[in-house]
């Protein structure tokens, strides 16, 4: 809190407010929900009014089912207090939160419906808070080069009817072969590593280079590490690569591209494994063709057919 | 995040980690709160694990009620974080949240339901951060002495039979005839001006000095303030003096005595009037007994008999 609380032009701002009072709401537990929903019955936006209002509800329905008690509501005060102290500039403990409670999947998968012919979504994470570097269609996006399984990953971005998708753009992020973002790393690998925004052919067509990520835990040392330690709940995500697919006629697609075998991808603590986004990452002896694309021999290959959704 | 993260020690922790796999869970937003509670079914802590089914439950249920899409969830996120950005020592913005959805008066009232003859409850508010400091019967709380109607206070603590709780600490805050709490003026008032830690005599009675305390806005500055703008609720509480009543004997009571006739007790800003709390500050116009309490003439009076719960 600051001093210019005090300051006169906001204490006079403060007299001056439009004062509408809301309807009588002497409290009761019983009339709780329906008390407060009342009070915001004067929201302008019909959409933020029905939001807050069913909020409300299960927020007091929580309370009530459980009983909570003053010190576990002030627990979660705390919990909630601390992990707001813990997001920063690269760092977003709320999505953390929201991706092991299930809700950041639940609400990816109520956009975007599985759809027979359509690629199936899943959560961005929190691991997408700088812009990945746009890349020539074949280049690697490890420019650490620090170890790792060299890896092609090959894909064409076509709609429902099989129609291209003629430069689209392709957004990958993925983790490296330690389990590590480049943002985890900062001054130990390049900026932007293992990022890349590529613009897929005439043809829809995509390919770049990479490592095969790793499985990997997300971060414990915040609050989120310290719900899943209380409840006992591992912190592994299955090895995945991020794909994000977006061009002006079609509906923006959030997945991953998992990898067949790893572990976790029963138990991923974010609960983002659909069983059609695991795809077999081939291990290639072929010289010729290695050298064909810049890969020492042998390497792995996965290709990843993505079919987006046209917009209208 | 930190570096850190990427130290070998944290490194080989991280793989030593015992990692249970969760149940399988490949997600469907038909079965989500079900895959997520049984993700913590292990939590070693029953009533954890209880209150942690409860919240996923609800919190599915409220995104599945108004399909949440991925940019209200990300507006939701990105209020979550700015309202945890707001907290620090002085400020507590997610105790206003959870004070304006009328959570933190729902939890108060869950936990000491009415009762003929106990004082009820009111929440404590989010300006009881700073301890306050011991003083002696009769003494003032008002240490700026900047204005404001010279006000007695009076008041017994018994028990539900009547018998008197002797030595009962009554801990008491408010804001000042500006609407403003000591913690707000940092440098301009008195260290812990109006607030007071009183101890009831043999006979259970207390009394102080203060003055009148003003209806007074809540902090609007921050992401509390956006919500209360967005939606059409002014942000105003009815005047008021806190009061919690602690002795080893006893409940605690943590509780608001009003001042009747102020603005907003209709409409308070976190629900927090019970008309059983709402008093009279008598005029009264009494040299003699102004003297004798050394107050001016004249000076405004109200007494508050507290009945609290014997542990047991």
Redo the contacts between chains.
Sequence with gaps: ???H??DPGI?AQ?EA?????????????ER??E??TD??A????PR?????G?????????????????D??AAG?RF??E???T??D???E??ML?DV???????????R??HGRLTESTVEGPFHMVDSPPRALGDTIDEAAAGGEPCLVTGRVTDADGIPVAGAHVDVWQADA???YD??????VPDRNLRGLFTADEDGRFRFRTIVPRHY?I?T?GPVGGLLR???????RAAHIHVAVTSPATRTLTTHLFVAGS??L???AV?????SLVRDFAVVDDPERAAAHGLPNPFRHVDFPVTVERDG
Tied chains: 1, 2.
């Design positions: 809190m600051t001093t609380q005090t204490r403060r407010e439009t004062v509408t009072p809301a309807p009588a709401s002497l409290f009761t537990a709780s929900a008390i407060v009070s915001f004067r929201t302008p936006d933020l009014r029905a939001i807050l069913s909020l409300v509800h299960h927020l007091h329905a929580f309370a009530k089912d459980v009983d909570l008690t003053v576990e509501w005060i909630l207090t992990t707001g102290h997001c920063d690269s760092r977003q709320f999505i929201s409670l299930g809700l950041s999947m639940l609400v990816e998968t109520l956009a419906p599985a330690d389990g590590f943002v985890q790393r900062p001054g130990e835990p971060p040392d209380a409840t006992g709940r591992h912190s592994y572990p976790y029963d138990s991923d609960f983002g494994v659909k069983e």
